[in-house]
Nanobody, 120 residues
């Protein structure tokens, strides 16, 4: 059973920074992708960033590119999201996602989420 636990959310003023952490139960090397998604009130969950485990290549949504950085630390089975220059529109619940790929198709695992609130 895969468990993902996010932490690091909170209340921050616009322009400020936060660092989110996602700790996995077991090695994250088994996942093809690790990612962060977010869901704002009344909106659908959206992709924020991901990191490909095999190559460490990262991808970002246009809305966060240049402000957010995803990284991982295999020794701690953890993935991080460094968020700088936070904007009001970054307010959302942030979810950690882990994806495996197999001949049967992809499997997605989700954490419970951590709230990020950006105030003016």
């Amino acid at each position: 059973q895969v468990q993902l636990m996010e932490s690091g959310g909170g209340l921050v003023q616009a322009g400020g920074s936060l660092r989110l952490s996602c700790a996995a139960s077991g090695s994250i090397a088994r996942f093809a992708f690790m990612a962060w998604y977010r869901q704002a009130p009344g909106k659908q969950r959206e992709f924020v960033a991901n990191i490909i485990s095999r190559t460490s290549i990262t991808n970002y949504s246009d809305s966060v590119k240049g402000r957010f950085t995803i990284s991982r630390e295999n020794a701690k089975n953890s993935v991080y999201l460094e968020m700088n220059g936070l904007k009001l529109e970054d307010t959302a619940v942030y979810y950690c996602n882990a994806k495996t790929l197999s001949t049967d198709g992809p499997n997605d695992y989700w954490g419970q989420g951590t709230q990020v609130t950006v105030s003016s």
